[in-house]
């Protein structure tokens, strides 16, 4: 597909990579792309927001409905085929200024979503109310 397409000097296929590795690429690509077509909690996709990477993915309900900023979900669509996961990205390119301004908007997402620190005390609050109860 990469080669069909004339954009391998564009891509990297990368394989398996070391968390530094794999914070060093992240902080310099601008978008992440999955075309999954299930996930149980997508740790990719959040580290990916986390590092500013604009997501274009495919719709997993209940998956990334909850995941995704909202300013985010009606900008990609339902994407269930590769040719509109293609379009969505390339529409996503074309736009600068809308990508500049969704890599904070997911930055921001991931933090007062995901950070540990937030995590942990929703865990505190669940138990705490279940001990009251």
Request: hydrophobic residues 45%; proline residues 3%.
């Amino acid at each position: 597909f990469i080669a069909e397409a004339g954009i391998g000097q564009d891509v990297r296929l990368c394989g398996h990579l070391d968390q530094k590795e794999l914070v060093e690429l992240l902080g310099v690509c601008e978008l992440f792309i999955s075309f999954s077509q299930s996930e149980g909690f997508p740790n990719a996709l959040v580290e990916a927001m986390a590092a500013g990477c604009v997501p274009v993915v495919r719709r997993i309900p209940d998956v990334t409905d909850w995941i995704l900023p909202a300013e985010l979900r009606g900008l990609t669509g339902d994407i269930t085929t590769v040719d509109e996961l293609s379009a969505a990205w390339i529409k996503m390119l074309e736009n600068k200024s809308k990508r500049l301004e969704l890599k904070n908007v997911v930055r921001k997402k991931v933090r007062e979503d995901f950070d540990a620190a937030v995590i942990a005390g929703r865990y505190a609050d669940f138990f705490l109310n279940r001990i009251s109860q």
